[in-house]
């Protein structure tokens, strides 16, 4: 299992700011990925993030609005840049890794998200 | 990546049986399906995950038909602190567990 902490667990923030988001990972991971979950919605995925490359994003998300950092297998950062009210969310960070069992393609790890409100 | 289909919502009472079934009809060869739980404020948590026919632990036990096109998330007894939102999900570790979200089931208990 891998054990994720998110900073910060929630923060208000004014229209026009941005905010780091970090996500520090217990164990090494290759693949970290960022999710955003509207007040009542499902999840959607933001963007992949691998060491050593630039993060892959999702059908409407652009790197200029969710700069991503990955400077090491442990660590992550997600940046919401320019904030507006529609960005009110909470942004989750996942890790994938095995079950350890056969058969079984793993699961995934999320922290316990960082819930942003925007004014 | 498939698209998964679950009642939006179910209600039960403390001690029930529940079963939550997910459609998944253009499932891959490859995709294995996987159940996540999610309570309010908190990251999904994995609960069980099967490729085809039963899978059983301490917590759930899934059924896949034969032809992989459903599968039922079975909670035994359940409790008040059950009450959360199911996430039916399928996929591959070939495709980089980019794993997409669909609208999941609030499942309530009642005492």
């Known amino acids: 299992s891998a054990v994720i902490s998110q900073k910060p667990s929630r923060d208000i923030c004014q229209r026009g700011t941005s905010l780091t988001i970090q996500c520090q990972v217990d164990s090494q991971v290759t693949m970290m990925f960022w999710y955003r979950q509207q007040p009542g919605q499902s999840l959607t995925l933001i963007a992949t993030?691998?060491?050593?490359?630039?993060?892959?994003?999702e059908s409407g998300f652009v790197i200029d609005k969710f700069p991503i950092s990955r400077p090491n297998l442990t660590f992550s950062t997600l940046t919401v840049s320019n904030m507006s009210p529609e960005d009110s969310s909470i942004y989750l960070c996942?890790?994938?890794?095995?079950?350890?069992?056969?058969?079984?393609?793993?699961?995934?790890?999320f922290g316990e998200g960082s819930r942003l409100t925007v004014l | 990546l498939a698209k998964t289909t679950q009642p939006i919502s179910m209600d039960s009472y403390e001690g029930q049986e529940v079963n939550i079934t997910c459609s998944h009809n253009n499932i891959a060869t490859n995709d294995y399906i996987t159940w996540y739980q999610q309570f309010p404020s908190q990251g999904p948590r994995f609960i069980i995950q099967g490729y085809k026919t039963k899978v059983t632990n301490e917590v759930a036990s899934l059924f896949i038909p034969a032809d992989r096109k459903s599968s039922t998330l079975s909670l035994p007894r359940v409790s008040l602190s059950d009450t959360a939102v199911y996430y039916c999900l399928v996929g591959d570790s070939g495709g980089g567990f980019k794993t997409i979200f669909g609208a999941g089931t609030r499942l309530f208990v009642k005492a």
């Open positions: 993030a691998n060491q050593g490359s630039e993060a892959t994003y």
């Open positions: 996942s890790v994938a890794g095995g079950t350890g069992g056969l058969g079984t393609v793993g699961e995934l790890f």
